[in-house]
């Protein structure tokens, strides 16, 4: 595993003409995580990434983070980073636990602040504020938002809370698609 501590990120670039998956001689080619990329479980305790931005004509995600093999995010904070596909702030392919964290005006294409796969979420006692994502959704990806909507409704959370807390801007928009997606 990787642990960065009581450090700060800022202005990183990564960008390819080349989409993710495409290999050109012999080599990866895709934009990844402009301000830490890892490939082993990321621990990152009271760290700041700022204005990373992960861009370019292929698939390019995790404008600040890429983790993956997962990560885990202490009393840290992600403001203005960019990735034109999936997780502005962090890509994870794995698990992702993040606590007393800070996430705000960060965008991506598939998650303004978040983007998992093949993971599950665990989010305590952090806040979200003006992040922004095209088809994903603000704070994650809208099938994760869901997954942790239900998690949370299992144990009793209010529905409101809920809604606010997995990121949607209120209880009808999260009741509307929680609806279309379970019925």
Known sequence: SATVERVSIRGGRASSPFPCGLSVYGQPNCARGAGITASAPLVLDDVEVADNRSVGDGSFEGGGVSARAGATVIDSEFT???ANRAGGA??????LTISGSTFVSNTGGDGGALSVHDGSVSITGSEFRSNGG????AAMAPTLRLLEALRLLGRGEPVTNIALDVGYSSLSAFV????????
């Not at 095209?134 to 959704?137: C, F, H, L, V």
């Not at 509307?176 to 019925?183: D, E, T």
């Open 80 to 82: 203005s980073n960019y």
């Open 90 to 95: 962090i890509a994870s392919t794995g698990t």
């Open 134 to 137: 095209g088809s994903g959704g």
């Open 176 to 183: 509307s698609v929680f609806r279309k997606a379970l019925g």
